[in-house]
């Protein structure tokens, strides 16, 4: 016998729906890039959003388009989501820090017909559009007082674009497995793949990732997501955040210390959410000028590992509780979260430091596993590494195009290329990205462990740990440091900070000193471009 509930489809457009009718008043602010700060609220959002997707349906956009975004996050990017959604199109955020070559080839690989882009990044779409026949229109996400001089052929600003439509429609119903988003992952190996994502699969990972034991999101919040709404799916944020009924804070351009201080501060922010790079840069910013975050509760930090020393700059000095949290482009992203449950209650200053450099617990939709290479399960004992693989109703079950294959197996297992212990809580810790971890004599070096505790020396502004090639150990870690401003620890003072903290076997061999360690399009460091960087580098002989 089949149940007797209704069949009600899981389509992002509700969820805008569910902001504007319970939570209509509830704000929206932003940073706009033309500068003044932007006020507005879920029932305007939604009404704007109704207007660009009559619009766009007007000039025969429908379901199965893709529709390219390039740009910050603001009110309008938000609206742009849900117009495209709305009438069945596929939102696909764009990267604008990848280079312009790899742009096009990602626009061609998807054949994206429109592209919604900021005033930041007019010129650079100037190089880019010529490569990409599909694309018909730009949209320049500001008014026609604001367009600038482009050499651009069918342009338009937002403000008259959607102007030209009254908002008298009615979203388009679609089976909520219908395409709803796409993103590719970076490629740091070979070409990127395109992530899609349906709408049921939006809408369950944003119910996931709003409960307690996740982003804890409620409508007295006021979320400021600074990831930007292209890398990772935004995050979620633009789906949790309005499901919740959340006030939203949108950054826009502004990505430096201070902007980001101002924004939060001033609006009131009680949760954030952004990778490392962007906190140090506010918690050095608030180290030189001084300043307080009497209003910030939670702190979401995540996309790479969060060092043990920005945790407890947070949670010492300035009282706000960070959350730890891994997940990728492929999981929609939001693949586990450290937050505290009974078993760990009793933790406390370092010992809760300790917990909480790993990258925590899933959600109800994930399950993970650890196998080694013969894809045997390893044990949950906190120290044994292996393989990490996921599945759940909001991680891929292919790339487009049928990319990327191998990392899919029979039984929906995805294999992360994480590598990760796992504690018998059930606590993930991720060790390394497979390629990057270091095989020292058959065993394995965690890179990221020894990062995350080098960066904790109070002269050190960044570490990076790579493999470098050894005659008797096959490899073993170099760690490479950028100094803070003023700055010059010895090597000595370095290693022995480590000592004591890391297994004997896992200490660095040796030190070099860079003026800067290169990052990918995400803010995450970059090991291939450093591996190269320092290919000539060989360990003094003993
Ligand atoms: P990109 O590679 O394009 O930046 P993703 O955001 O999808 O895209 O990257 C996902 C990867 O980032 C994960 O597989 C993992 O290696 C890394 N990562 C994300 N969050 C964390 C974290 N908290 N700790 C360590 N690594 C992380």
Known sequence: MLGMMQDWP?????????????????EVVSRSVEGPFHRTNYAQVRGRAMQLAQRLDRDGYGVGDRIATMAWNTWRHLETWYGILGVGSIYHTLNPRLFPDQIAWIMNDAEDRVLFVDLTFVKLVEVIAPKVPSLERIV??????????????????????????????????????TAAGMCYT????????????????????AMAALQPDMLNLSSRDRLMPVVPLFHANGWSTAFSGPMSGCAMVMPGAGMDGA????????????????????????????????????????VVIGGSACPRAITQAFQDTYGVE???????????????????????????????????????????????????????????????????????????????????AEQFDAENWFDTGDVAHVDPHGYMQITDRAKDVIKSGGEWISSIEIENLAVGHPEVAEAAVIGVAHPKWDERPLLVIVVKEGQSPSKQSLLE????????????NDVVFVDEIPHTATGKIQKTALREQLRDYAFPID
């Open 10 to 26: 899981l389509l992002c457009h509700k969820v805008i729906d569910h902001a504007a009718t319970y939570h209509g008043q509830r």
């Open 140 to 177: 320049i996400l500001t008014d026609d007082a604001h367009m600038p001089e482009t050499s651009l052929q069918n342009v338009v600003s937002y403000e008259s674009y959607i102007a030209e439509a009254d908002g008298d429609f009615a979203w388009v119903d679609l089976d909520e497995r």
């Open 186 to 205: 970076s490629g740091t190996t070979g070409d990127p793949k395109g992530v899609v994502y349906t709408h049921r699969s939006n809408v369950l990972h």
């Open 259 to 298: 902007s980001i201080y101002e924004i939060l501060t001033q609006e009131k922010v009680t949760i954030t959410a952004a990778v490392p790079t962007i906190w140090l840069m506010l918690l050095q910013h608030m180290e030189k000028h001084g300043g307080s975050l009497p209003d910030l509760k939670r």
């Open 322 to 404: 960070v959350i730890h949290a891994w997940g990728m482009t492929e999981m929609s992203p939001l693949g586990t979260i450290c937050s505290v449950k009974p078993e760990y209650a009793h933790l406390e200053g370092a010992d809760k430091l300790d917990l909480q450099v790993k990258q925590g617990h899933p959600p109800f939709t994930v399950e993970m596993k650890i196998t080694d290479d013969e894809n045997q399960e390893l044990p949950w004992d906190a120290k044994t590494f292996g393989r990490l693989k996921v599945r759940g109703p909001a991680v891929s079950s292919s790339y487009y195009k049928g990319r990327g």
């Open 497 to 508: 900070f480590l000592e004591g903290k890391i297994a004997h076997w896992w200490m660095p």
